[in-house]
């Protein structure tokens, strides 16, 4: 059986070094692109992303990326703000997105205990069956770094708090996204890189 194929959505501003050795420990091949026929040919595709909405979606834009991203049928992953950009839209300057999922990103709500950006690591309550998250426990802990957020919703297969609780996790049909890092997240995140390997 070949090796996944894996094409990592070049969508700017990311620090891919981790996810792609965290791939390759699984067996993997990955490369970075913002080539459409790339994207279209790989058995799996992931997009990642840090910094802004807007940002990202203009450098889609300008690769011609939006349509081919909505229209993949393989298995895709977002991956933080590569969640954000599969949504509807995001707060964060008002950007629209890619539109996968109908949501909305919010920002997070501060308190003098939750200040924002909410970083590091938060317990994830699993409130879908996917095969995303086969073996991945209820109350298993997440590395989260993001000042914005997906609400619950009816696509949320797993939630995580901050001043009140957010989705963690998303999915619907083959496009699946995570608010948290699952290449800096230790054992649980390497079993959800592993689930998402093995769909097909």
């Not at 459409?36 to 450098?59: C, F, K, N, T, W």
């Not at 997070?108 to 095969?131: F, K, Q, R, Y």
């Not at 083959?174 to 290449?183: M, S």
Request: glycine fraction near 8%; include cysteine; aromatic fraction near 6%.
């Amino acid at each position: 059986m070949a090796a996944p194929d894996i094409a990592i959505v070049d969508s700017g501003g990311a620090n891919i070094a981790s996810l792609v050795y965290a791939l390759e420990r699984l067996g993997a091949k990955c490369h970075l692109t913002a080539k459409a026929a790339e994207i279209a040919a790989a058995s799996h595709v992931i997009l990642p992303g840090v910094g802004a909405a807007a940002v990202a979606m203009d450098r889609l834009e300008q690769a011609a990326l939006v349509d081919v991203i909505a229209d993949l049928a393989q298995p895709v992953l977002g991956i933080c703000l590569g969640m954000q950009l599969l949504c509807a839209a995001s707060a964060e300057d008002g950007a629209k997105c890619i539109g996968v999922f109908d949501a909305h990103a919010d920002r997070l709500a501060a308190s003098p205990d939750t200040p924002v950006p909410n970083m590091g690591w938060c317990e994830i309550s699993v409130t879908g069956e996917s095969p995303l998250l086969d073996g991945v426990d209820d109350g298993s802990w997440f590395y989260f770094v993001h000042s914005y957020a997906v609400p619950v919703g009816e696509r949320t297969l797993a939630t995580a708090s901050h001043t009140g609780k957010f989705s963690a996790v998303i999915g619907r049909d083959n496009f699946f996204a995570t608010q948290f890092h699952p290449e800096r997240s230790s054992a649980s995140g390497a079993r959800l890189l592993e689930n998402f390997l093995a769909l097909g």
